[in-house]
């Protein structure tokens, strides 16, 4: 294949893709370039071994998505990759206290790890008093939405 002139093997080329895919899931880490690293790995085996460049870029293409949808879950199971709640997503679903009132259409504070966080009440138009006792739904930016913790 002609590039600008030089005459460029389709090897090279799909090593080069390789590379660069390799290269974005290092940046990213995000564990889904790295099956099409293996599938321009695999097309560049087609290519030496002296398949047309139809060929080359099915293999690429199968491989690629056939690593995609059989073991990315796989890798992300065993990687824990995004099932592990860290900082303050690990909030929800925990109990806080509320140390400055709660009212509708204002925010209020609670307490939580021994933190004060602002808050929303998720209920509208119920007043949350201080001492009462909230589970945390969801964290919105750097505030708390939470509501009346159920007394069992």
Not at 51 to 64: A, T
Request: include cysteine; charge should be positive; hydrophobic fraction near 55%.
């Amino acid at each position: 294949m002609d590039i600008l002139g030089y005459s460029v093997s389709m090897t090279l080329i799909w090593i080069g893709i390789a590379v660069i895919f390799a290269i974005i899931e290092a940046i990213t880490l995000g564990l889904t370039t790295i099956w099409f690293t293996v599938g321009g790995l695999a097309a560049c085996l087609v290519a030496l071994l002296g398949g047309p460049l139809l060929l080359q870029v099915i293999v690429f293409l199968v491989v690629s998505a056939l690593l995609l949808y059989f073991t990315k879950p796989l890798a992300e199971k065993k990687l824990k990759i995004g099932g592990e709640k860290t900082n303050v997503n690990a909030l929800v679903g925990k109990t806080a206290v509320v140390t400055k009132d709660i009212i509708p259409h204002n925010t209020g504070q609670v307490k939580v790890n021994g933190l004060i966080w602002t808050a929303l009440s998720e209920q509208k138009g119920m007043n949350l008093l201080v001492g009462t006792e909230v589970e945390i739904v969801r964290v919105e930016g750097v505030k708390l939405i939470v509501r009346l913790l159920k007394k069992d």
